[in-house]
């Protein structure tokens, strides 16, 4: 008995890896094979059985896998390469090592998000989010990352037509993004919030922002802030609490006087109704932890480039923006601009 179920699983294990493999990306770890999963039912079996013959590696076959699922341990997830692949909710809960590449999130409804992290360290490559509408007050967003402290690093993936915010990140998280592009997002693009005393880090580099509504990057409290090589290409004008907002990149925490609490370097920001960067700190600190290197500033339909209130600004802070077509409005500014500073609840 005990040979025959020896010879069944090398079976098993041999046709996974000779199953069409070659419709797959997987890297060396996997060793040429993977656990596959063509339905909801065999991928919630490969979430749960998967094992080290397969390096923890799950193949997802073509078409839509309808119900939402929940990964709790290091798991290997992969699409098709030629983008077949659709999945409706995921659930990244507790666990790390996981890694995610080639597939999509397209035309759904959910209550909250369509791909939700909580205390977990996820690496994701050729991910998409598409038509994510909302089902609730709380919905329409791509992807919240909330709960206990998790490391997230987005490559090469894309965020388009939101209903919510795209990337809503809720808490001191390490959050990478680099050569995403988010465009038409509802809400905000990117926004960070932290209210706890654990510093968070968001870094972007090499992407694009286009077309989103209020912001296209905002940082509430306690979250340091470093871009490089990103390009904002329109923000539309948003009403909010009786005020118009429409920003490039909004920052506003007490920290502002620290080393590196925000760096945008080889960027652009045009097309915004209203600001390309507002710094908002602490009453009388010194907005000295804040670097910027060969930026650019400029929109037809905006009115302020770079906005420092509740903050001294030092007297070199935009030597490295290399244009700005509102420096003489920037001077001139007698009032303080309306942040939009209420963080997110979440289900």
């Known amino acids: 008995m005990a040979k025959l179920l020896f010879i069944f699983s090398f079976i098993l294990i041999l046709s996974c890896s000779e199953n069409r493999i070659s419709d797959y990306l997987l890297p060396e770890e996997c060793g040429g094979k993977c656990y596959e999963a063509h339905d909801i039912n065999s991928l919630q079996d490969a979430l749960v059985n998967s094992a080290a013959a397969f390096s923890n590696c799950i ?34 809960s ?6 995610l590449r080639d ?8 209550d909250s998000a369509a791909l939700f992290i909580s205390g ?59 050569n995403v592009t988010l465009s038409k997002c509802g809400f905000a ?33 306690n979250t340091a802030l470093k871009i490089s090589g990103i390009s904002v290409e329109g923000v539309r004008k948003r009403d909010v609490s009786l005020e118009t907002v429409g920003d490039g990149i909004v920052v506003k925490n007490s920290f502002l006087s620290e080393a590196e609490s925000v760096t945008i370097e080889n960027s652009s920001i045009s097309g915004f109704a209203r600001a390309g960067i507002i710094l908002d700190g602490a009453e009388s ?43 003489s409005a920037d001077i001139k500014r007698d009032e303080e601009l309306f942040i939009i500073d209420t963080f997110f609840e979440l289900q």
């Not at 597939?103 to 959910?110: E, K």
């Not at 490559?155 to 795209?166: A, I, L, P």
């Not at 930026?295 to 490295?320: D, I, K, P, Y």
């Open 59 to 92: 193949c997802l076959g073509s078409g839509v896998f309808e119900a939402s699922v929940t990964v709790a341990k290091p798991l290997r997830v992969f699409g098709r390469k030629d983008g077949s692949t659709y999945l409706k909710s995921l659930v990244i």
């Open 94 to 99: 507790d666990t790390s090592g996981v890694v």
């Open 103 to 110: 597939f999509s999130f397209q035309n759904i409804l959910t």
């Open 120 to 178: 977990s360290s996820v690496e994701m490559e050729n991910i998409s989010f598409s038509g994510i509408g909302a089902s609730s007050v709380f919905g329409g967003r791509g992807i919240v990352i909330s709960g206990r402290e998790s490391e997230v690093f987005i490559k090469n993936s894309k965020m388009e037509r939101t209903d919510g915010t795209g990337i809503l990140i809720n808490g001191a998280h390490k959050v990478t993004l680099e």
């Open 189 to 221: 693009a990117l926004w960070a919030q932290n209210q706890s005393e654990n510093r968070g880090f968001l870094s972007v580099s090499g992407g694009t922002f286009s077309d989103n509504g209020a912001a296209a990057v905002e940082i509430l409290g």
């Open 285 to 327: 600190s010194a907005a000295v932890g804040a670097k910027f290197k060969n930026l650019s500033v400029f929109s037809e339909q905006g009115s302020f480039g770079l906005v420092v209130q509740n903050a001294v600004e030092e007297s070199t802070l935009r030597e490295g923006i290399t244009r700005n077509d509102f420096s």
